[in-house]
């Protein structure tokens, strides 16, 4: 059983391009997660995703950033007209439907705007 | 903001000392709290986890002690080795599933 993963392991955008960062969770997790994590600091909520909704986005900045769970396929971040603040290490997590249970981490993509 | 911190920002510790990590969360709604370990370029790994109607779990080498009256989270690592240093995060959880992290502690372990 594959753990979540995340790809690609490293991006790199030059300032007004876009990001897509994709995540399939592990089997049998309908719940997912985004985090971002700048050096050094905490891990920093940004939304919770099940199948096909957006549960909490109340962590995503309201404009630039969208994030998908499609029915088929992984979970999409994506960061529109990227600017270098947006350079992070982007965390995706998932969890089994089951109510207060831990997360599981993938490796993270670790974003770079030049 | 997050309702969850941490009173430590770094700790260093000789090898196989016992190391406390403490953690202060705000919200009383949470009920359910998770230790996690990162390593440098790594996501997060879970150590262990505890539900609000304990106030002690352990692990291996790991306990986890939680303060509901001071809202208080500590992690217990006894005899500390070289492969415990890292980043370790608490997380809380006061509804559905959105879990909230601290700030984190760095953990350096002295040969």
């Given at each position: 059983?594959?753990?979540v993963m995340q790809n690609p392991r490293h991006l790199v955008r030059r300032r007004g391009q876009e990001a897509r960062l994709r995540c399939s969770p592990m089997k049998g997790h309908s719940h997912v997660y985004w985090y971002r994590q700048l050096p050094e600091e905490g891990l920093k909520f940004m939304v919770y995703l099940q199948k096909e909704n957006i549960i909490d986005e109340s962590g995503m900045p309201k404009e630039r950033f969208s994030a998908e769970f499609p029915k088929e396929g992984?979970?999409?971040?994506?960061?529109?007209?990227?600017?270098r603040g947006d350079s992070a290490a982007y965390f995706?997590?998932?969890?089994?439907?089951?109510?207060?249970?831990?997360?599981?981490?993938?490796?993270?993509?670790?974003?770079?705007?030049? | 903001g997050e309702s969850v911190g941490l009173h430590l920002p770094t700790l260093s510790v000789q090898e196989g000392d016992n190391s406390i990590i403490n953690c202060a969360y705000s919200n009383s709604a949470s009920d359910y709290f998770i230790w996690y370990k990162q390593e440098s370029g790594k996501g997060p790994q879970f150590i262990i986890d505890i539900r609000s109607n304990m106030d002690k779990r352990q692990g291996q080498r790991v306990t986890v002690l939680l303060n509901k009256t001071v809202k208080h989270l500590s992690l217990q690592i006894a005899a500390t080795q070289p492969g415990d240093s890292a980043v370790y995060f608490c997380a809380e959880n006061p509804h559905n599933n959105d879990m909230r992290f601290g700030a984190g502690t760095r953990l350096t372990v002295k040969p």
């Open positions: 059983n594959a753990g992984p979970s999409i971040l994506r960061i529109q007209q990227v600017v995706c997590a998932s969890s089994p439907p089951i109510p207060q249970t831990k997360l599981f981490f993938g490796s993270g993509t670790q974003l770079s705007v030049l | -």
